[in-house]
């Protein structure tokens, strides 16, 4: 079977690999060049929503993040890239009594909701960093995981290439069956949603073997290169979508605020870009109606590289068999039927 797919970020590329390796005719067209949007910027937290008021949505994203480690196993193994990939979990200072009371009825939810094979922890100690607490404690999860965009981009390249999928560049005319993975774009043009900027900034601070830090909305995410990506901002009303400001700054102030090891770090890139959020605020994928063989796959926003391993699989049974197991929550016509909704 025939496919093209447009779009070279997170979803486009993970699709496409997913539909390769099980032997599809695959070709995959970018416009700019791989990880032009959100996909090729610095954070690459792939963190867990908290166990409580369980849903669809987040059953989901439990089930992407624990496939990922074999995922992307096997992209390395077959290109050759590393992507930065290590589930080394993540902790969260606890500001008073009710949060630490919260986060005890979180950890006996996780017991069950995370089928056992992960942890949610209330612990006084964490081994090799200083963070400031209010209360002296801290959440440690056992689920999250680090990874580096631009590396699982490359790895992913890497690994299409040797099934015979390489990028092309420029705009091409999609043959066979489409799958549409071109960001804000493809959300305007469906009415569904639209672009959210963020600003993220990089520092040149060795916690390659640290759990990531997330407080007071701010991830700070250890890589294996020896650096500490810090994001995000989160605009909805922005003019330069690729620029940095002072929101930007104060992030970078409030990383060095939660912790005097940051004190001197410096800052070796800031990076700005608008992320596609979809109006129902996940990730969406159906068949495009009145538009037979096409199918759309978008909306990855903040989640998108944690979603993309169950997301491929679903896009790949929907493509290649006709085999519609998108849940509710996910379904490109629940989507175009609450159109006109603000990312």
Avoid: C
């Avoid at 069950?112 to 960093?129: F, I, N």
């Avoid at 705009?171 to 069956?177: L, S, V």
């Avoid at 963020?198 to 390659?208: C, E, F, K």
């Amino acid at each position: 079977m025939h496919i093209t797919v447009m779009g070279a970020g997170i979803l486009g590329l993970t699709a496409a690999w997913q539909m390769a390796r099980l032997g599809a005719t695959v070709r995959l067209f970018e416009a700019e060049r791989v990880g032009a949007g959100s996909s090729g910027g610095l954070v690459g937290a792939l963190a867990p929503h908290v166990p409580e008021q369980w849903n669809a949505k987040k059953a989901f994203q439990l089930d992407s993040l624990l496939m990922a480690e074999g995922f992307w196993r096997e992209v390395s193994a077959t290109g050759g890239v590393d992507p930065g990939y290590a589930r080394l979990g993540r902790v969260q200072p606890l500001a008073d009594e009710a949060a630490v009371a919260l986060a005890r009825q979180r950890g006996e939810a996780a017991r069950d909701l995370w089928q056992g094979r992960a942890e949610w922890q209330v612990t006084g100690a964490v081994p090799g960093l200083r963070l400031a607490s209010a209360t002296g404690l801290y959440v440690r999860d056992t689920l999250t995981a680090r990874l580096s965009p631009r590396r699982a981009a490359q790895a992913l390249v890497a690994a299409l290439a040797s099934l015979g999928v390489l990028v092309e560049t420029g705009n091409k005319a999609p043959e066979g069956r489409v799958l549409w993975a071109i960001g804000v774009q493809g959300l305007a043009d469906l009415g569904i949603g639209g672009g959210v900027k963020g600003q993220a900034a990089l520092l040149a601070a060795d916690w390659r073997d640290a759990p990531q830090i997330f407080a007071e909305g701010l991830h700070m995410v250890p890589h294996a290169d020896g650096t500490l990506a810090l994001g995000s901002t989160s605009e909805r009303d922005f003019g330069d979508g690729q620029s940095t400001d002072a929101q930007l700054e104060a992030l970078i102030d409030r990383a060095r605020a939660l912790s005097p090891d940051l004190a001197g770090a410096p800052v070796i890139e800031r990076w700005a870009g608008v992320r596609p959020r979809s109006a129902t605020r996940a990730p969406v994928l159906g068949e495009w109606p009145g538009r037979p063989g096409h199918f759309v796959l978008n909306g990855g926003f903040k989640i998108g590289f944690g979603m993309a391993p169950k997301l491929a699989v679903l896009a790949a049974d929907l493509i290649l068999d006709g085999q519609d197991a998108v849940p509710s929550g996910f379904r490109l016509d629940e989507a175009l039927g609450r159109k006109g909704g603000r990312p």
